[in-house]
């Protein structure tokens, strides 16, 4: 494999990948990296071995043919290719894989390809643990040459399985990503729900777990299930973020509004992100549905109590 790759955005999923490339993807030169934080990347750097940290952004996209993206939101997507635009990109090909809305991915696309370059929009599926195991699920848009380009480095390296929309335009594996998004948020409701009827009614949650391990078997219903009544999901931050999580959905709602669709449950899942994040602040996990669900329920936000209840700030 030839091509030089670089990195931007060193988060809980850019560094996941990253080590993967690292260590499965047979890489002949050092990965490059950059992250805002640098103290982020060069300890991250430290970590995963033949990598190096660049100076600044130009440096990376001058040394680099195939510059991947993976930030925390449209804003930060928006921020760093004001930056990389202003740079020649003659012949680079970008992959980028935060999860943005369609409409942004169009607007970018279209300047890198004014700019005589390519991209893919290959946002992915799976959170941060499945992410480390390289269990991800990719999802490339663009045109057929730049996905095959990318391709080496996909299964058995950073994920387990590609919904392949090679061909199409970027932006619509954004699409995909959003709806996508829909059915995870009311899968984690849904499990929220049975693992609190099955307390309340007095059967418990454990012989729950062991029917939703049973009938499905891989991730993620096992691991939002296992989440659930380990109790994880009242410690914090190990998804997303609920604050992070109800910009994102409100954004989906409005796609949903633009096309006349009713979504009734994504619904339910949103308002009790609201609650998640009333009950323990902004930090808390998107897996604080649950703790909604409960609270909803009679039943304290955390089962084992080890949830410090968010003061909102402002208070005193
Ligand atoms: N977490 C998940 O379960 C999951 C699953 C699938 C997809 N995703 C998507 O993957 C992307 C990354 O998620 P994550 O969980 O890795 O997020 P994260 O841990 O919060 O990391 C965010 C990254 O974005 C960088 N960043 C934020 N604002 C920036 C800005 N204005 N300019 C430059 N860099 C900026 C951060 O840099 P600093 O280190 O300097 O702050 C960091 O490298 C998101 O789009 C997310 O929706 C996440």
């Given at each position: ?6 990195f ?10 990253t080590?993967?490339?690292v ?7 050092p990965l490059v990296l ?10 991250h750097s430290?970590?995963i071995g033949h990598s190096l940290v ?263």
């Amino acid at each position: 494999m030839d091509s030089q790759l670089g990195f931007i955005g060193l988060g809980q999923m850019g560094q996941a990948i990253t080590a993967n490339l690292v260590a499965k993807a047979g890489l002949r030169s050092p990965l490059v990296l950059y992250n805002r934080n640098r103290q982020r990347a060069e300890k991250h750097s430290s970590k995963i071995g033949h990598s190096l940290v660049a100076r600044d952004l130009a440096e990376l996209v001058s040394t680099c043919d195939i510059i991947w993206t993976c930030l925390e939101d449209e804003k930060a997507v928006c921020e760093v290719f004001a930056e990389i635009l202003k740079l020649d990109l003659g012949g680079k090909l970008f992959v980028e894989c935060s999860t943005i809305l369609p409409h942004a991915m169009c607007q970018i696309a279209q300047r890198i390809q004014d700019g005589d370059a390519n991209v893919v929009a290959m946002p992915v599926f799976g959170e941060p643990s499945m992410a480390r195991k390289g269990l991800l699920v990719c999802v490339p848009a663009g045109p057929k040459s730049c996905v095959e380009r990318i391709r080496p480095y996909l299964i058995d390296v950073i994920c387990r399985a590609v919904v392949d929309l090679s061909g199409e335009e970027p932006a619509k594996s954004c699409l995909l990503k959003c709806i996508g998004n829909v059915l995870i948020m009311t899968t984690i409701e849904q499990i929220a729900e049975a693992h609190v009827f099955a307390e309340k009614s007095g059967l418990g949650t454990k012989h729950m777990a062991s029917l939703i391990e049973t009938i499905f078997p891989r991730p993620p219903h096992t691991v939002y299930s296992s989440n659930m009544v380990s109790g994880d999901y009242a410690k914090g931050g190990s998804i997303v973020g609920v604050a992070k999580a109800r910009t994102l959905t409100s954004q989906i709602l409005d796609l949903a509004l633009a096309s006349r669709t009713s979504l009734k449950s994504y619904k339910v899942a949103v308002d009790h992100l609201a609650v998640a994040e009333a009950h323990a602040g902004p930090q808390c996990d998107i897996m604080g549905i649950y703790g909604a669900v409960r609270v909803e329920n009679g039943l304290p936000f955390s089962q084992g109590g080890c949830w410090k209840e968010h003061e909102p700030s402002g208070n005193a």
